[in-house]
């Protein structure tokens, strides 16, 4: 009788620990990027950077094509900071 409650505490401890595991991958999968390939668009748009300066309120780098663009972004505003030819660096 000992011998069944044990076995069913540590079913479930091991369900337990299963949930554990699944809710912090599924909490943390964003911040591991896995170092996967950006999927290739037809426009050739890539986001490089963003920074948030406040509440709904950043500041973007892009990339499109050959071309690198700064915007700024409010919450009712989108507004092109500066521009620039890429430069192809070959190394």
């Known amino acids: 009788m000992i011998d069944m409650y044990t076995s069913i505490i540590k079913v479930f401890f091991i369900l ?4 554990a595991v699944m809710i912090l991958l599924y909490r ?4 591991l990027k896995l170092n996967l390939k950006p999927k290739d ?5 890539r986001k490089v950077d963003t920074i ?3 509440y709904k ?3 973007s ?3 499109v094509k050959d071309c690198v663009l700064v915007i700024g972004v409010s919450e ?3 507004s092109l900071l500066t521009q ?3 430069e192809d660096s070959h190394i």
């Open 52 to 54: 948030h300066l406040g």
């Open 57 to 59: 309120k950043f500041v």
């Open 28 to 31: 943390y999968a964003g911040k």
């Open 16 to 19: 337990l620990g299963m949930i």
């Open 84 to 86: 620039w030819k890429k």
């Open 76 to 78: 009712k505003e989108m």
């Open 41 to 45: 668009t037809t426009y050739g748009l």
């Open 61 to 63: 780098v892009l990339e």
